[in-house]
Structures are given as structure tokens and as C-alpha cells.
């Protein structure tokens, strides 16, 4: 029994995408590895903001200090 391109994997997704099945599922394939990368991408900026945030303070912080040192 043939899956629903929901429930299929990133490579068979590709491999769709890639033209194997035909016009209409390879762009319903694109557009649902789009949508799975937007979702990895969001889970991982969500999941290390703190680090952002820290890496910007810090900088500030040595700009501060920079600034305050050359007077």
C-alpha cells in the first residue's frame, strides 16, 4: 500500500521531489521538506537563543570595556 507523502521519510520526499512520480506530487513533496526544514530551523533557534543573547551581551560588554580603556 503506497504511504501519503506526509507520513514519508526526508528521502523519499527527495526522491519524489526529484520527479520520480510525476509534476504534482513532486511539488506537494517540496513544498512539505520546505516546510519540515522551516520547522528544524525554528526548533534550533528556539533551543539556543540563550546562546545568541550571551554572545551579544558579551560583545557589548567588550566594546564597553574597549571604549573605556582608550580615555
Do not use: C, H
Request: hydrophobic share 40%.
Amino acid at each position: 500500500m503506497v504511504k501519503p507523502l506526509e507520513e514519508r521519510t526526508d528521502d523519499e520526499l527527495q526522491r519524489v521531489a526529484a520527479g520520480e512520480l510525476g509534476d504534482k506530487k513532486a511539488i506537494i513533496a517540496q513544498e512539505i521538506l520546505r516546510r519540515r526544514q522551516e520547522t528544524k530551523t525554528q526548533e534550533l533557534k528556539s533551543k539556543y537563543r540563550w546562546l545568541g543573547s550571551m554572545l551579544a551581551a558579551l560583545s557589548l560588554a567588550f566594546l564597553a570595556f574597549k571604549r573605556i580603556w582608550r580615555r
